[in-house]
Structure formats: structure tokens, C-alpha cells
């Protein structure tokens, strides 16, 4: 049965920085890209982060570039949001997926495999 846990969210205050953890079990995915989507209440679940299988090609949603970093390993199954400089609007519940090709796809019906979500809380 695949399974992908969160952790690593939290509350932190704007200014500060968090690491999203995402643990995949019960197959591999080096293979295919992973990504971050974020949802806060009223609004639609949104493309965050994704990196290729390989992991040689990352993608941002312009409101994080260059603040946030996705990475992952692949001998771990697991993948990280490296996220600094957190403003409010970052508050939201983060999601980690499994894509279903090896590139990166910002769309999440692309997706095949999603984790529970982890609860970041930015405050002013």
C-alpha cells in the first residue's frame, strides 16, 4: 500500500524558515516527479514545488521562487521543501504528491498519489 507522510509543519513567525519532510512507502518512486501543492481555507489547492525523478529539474510557483527548495532522495524515498523568508500568505495546509510521469507538472489531476498534509502557520 503507497503511503506518503508529511512532517515538519508548524508555526513560525513571517521572517523565518521551515522543512517540509515527505516519506514515501511501498514502492519507489525515484522515477517520477514529486511536487508540493499548499491549500488555505476558501482558496483552491495550488502548485508550490516539483522536481524531476532524477531530481536535476526543480519548478516553483512564482510566489515562492527564490525562497523556497525543493530536493529529494532518492535512496530515502523521501522529499524535502526547503522554506525560508515565510510570509502570511504562506499559511496554509502543505501537500506532498507523486506525479505520474518523471517530469515535473504543475496540474494536480497529474498526480496519482497524495500525502495527508501538514498544517504551516506563518504570523505577522
Known amino acids: 500500500q503507497v503511503q506518503l507522510v508529511e512532517s515538519g509543519g508548524g508555526l513560525v513567525q513571517a521572517g523565518g524558515s521551515l522543512r517540509l519532510s515527505c516519506a514515501a512507502s511501498?514502492?519507489?518512486?525515484?522515477?517520477?516527479?514529486m511536487g508540493w501543492f499548499r491549500q488555505a481555507p476558501g482558496k483552491e489547492r495550488e502548485f508550490v514545488a516539483g522536481?524531476?525523478?532524477?531530481?536535476?529539474?526543480?519548478d516553483y510557483a512564482d510566489s515562492v521562487k527564490g525562497r523556497f527548495t525543493i530536493s529529494r532522495d532518492n535512496a530515502k524515498n523521501t522529499v524535502y521543501l526547503q522554506m525560508n523568508s515565510l510570509k502570511p500568505e504562506d499559511t496554509a495546509v502543505y501537500y506532498c504528491?507523486?506525479?505520474?510521469?518523471?517530469?515535473?507538472?504543475?496540474?494536480?489531476?497529474?498526480?496519482?498519489?497524495w500525502g495527508q498534509g501538514t498544517q504551516v502557520t506563518v504570523s505577522s
Open positions: 504528491a507523486v506525479c505520474r510521469y518523471s517530469g515535473t507538472r504543475r496540474s494536480s489531476v497529474q498526480y496519482n498519489y
Open positions: 522536481i524531476s525523478g532524477g531530481g536535476s529539474f526543480a
Open positions: 511501498g514502492r519507489t518512486f525515484s522515477g517520477y516527479a
